[in-house]
């Protein structure tokens, strides 16, 4: 229908994750580094991964329930939870897929 070609509405889109993910993440490999990163076992990373990511989800959800978020706020949610699980997810899950072709 011509009415819902008309109706169009710009979102605009945030170009990078927010200063919080930043920091929570540039804090998490600090302290990775300070105990020995390159000594952790796998099934260490494995549970720091599971845990860290539970625990953001948790986050992230509360700040989501409000009702007071405008759209952009929303959009940079979304970006936020796709970066830091995408950092938290690390090269694993493409490993694990170029295996499997």
């Given at each position: 229908?011509?009415?819902?070609?008309?109706n169009k509405q710009a979102v605009l889109m945030?170009?990078?994750?927010?200063?919080?993910?930043?920091?929570?993440?540039?804090?998490?490999?600090?302290e990775l580094h300070r105990v020995g990163g390159h000594t952790v076992?796998?099934?260490?990373?494995?549970?720091?991964?599971?845990?860290?990511?539970?625990?953001?989800?948790?986050?992230?959800?509360?700040?989501?329930?409000?009702?007071?978020?405008?759209?952009?706020?929303?959009?940079?949610?979304?970006?936020?939870?796709?970066?830091?699980?995408?950092?938290?997810?690390?090269?694993?899950?493409?490993?694990?897929?170029?295996?499997?072709?």
């Amino acid at each position: 229908t011509s009415s819902a070609a008309t109706n169009k509405q710009a979102v605009l889109m945030p170009q990078q994750p927010s200063a919080h993910v930043s920091q929570f993440v540039f804090a998490l490999c600090q302290e990775l580094h300070r105990v020995g990163g390159h000594t952790v076992s796998v099934g260490v990373s494995r549970v720091l991964v599971r845990e860290m990511s539970a625990y953001c989800l948790l986050l992230y959800e509360r700040v989501a329930q409000r009702d007071d978020l405008c759209e952009d706020a929303v959009v940079q949610l979304l970006l936020d939870v796709k970066v830091l699980f995408e950092m938290l997810r690390g090269r694993e899950l493409d490993d694990d897929r170029a295996d499997a072709a």
